[in-house]
C-alpha cells in the first residue's frame, strides 16, 4: 500500500525537500549577527537608520564581516526580504539610508 503524502514537505525544482517557510524568515528570528533597534526599518529618517546600523555593527562581536559590510548586508537583507511589499516611500528612505551608511562610514565616493 502506498503511504499518503504529507503537505508538511513538498519537493522544489531542484529536488529539495521545502517546509513551506522561507529561509529569510528564519535568519530574522534567530540571527544574533547584529543587535538592531526596534523598528529601525520602519523610521523616515536615512540618517537614523545609518547611525543605528553602524552602532550596532560596531558594537556587535558575532559578525562576520566588517562592520560596514555588515551593516550593509543587513539593510540589503531587509530591503530584498520585503520585496513588493515594501511601499514605495520606504523603498526610498532606505535607499537613502544606504548612501548615508557609506557617509557614516567615511567611504563616499
Not at 553602524?54 to 564581516?65: D, I, L, M, W
Amino acid at each position: 500500500m502506498a503511504r499518503p503524502r504529507t503537505k508538511k514537505h513538498t519537493v522544489g525544482k531542484a529536488g529539495r525537500k521545502r517546509s513551506g517557510r522561507k529561509w529569510s524568515g528564519r535568519v530574522s528570528r534567530t540571527s544574533d549577527a547584529l543587535d538592531l533597534k526596534g523598528g529601525i526599518f520602519k523610521s523616515n529618517n536615512p540618517e537614523e537608520i545609518a547611525r543605528s546600523l553602524k552602532r550596532s555593527a560596531t558594537r556587535s562581536r558575532r559578525k562576520k564581516g566588517t562592520p560596514y559590510q555588515s551593516a550593509m548586508s543587513m539593510l540589503n537583507f531587509y530591503i530584498n526580504r520585503a520585496g513588493k511589499n515594501l511601499p514605495e516611500k520606504q523603498q526610498h528612505v532606505l535607499e537613502d539610508a544606504k548612501e548615508e551608511l557609506k557617509k557614516v562610514f567615511g567611504r563616499e565616493e
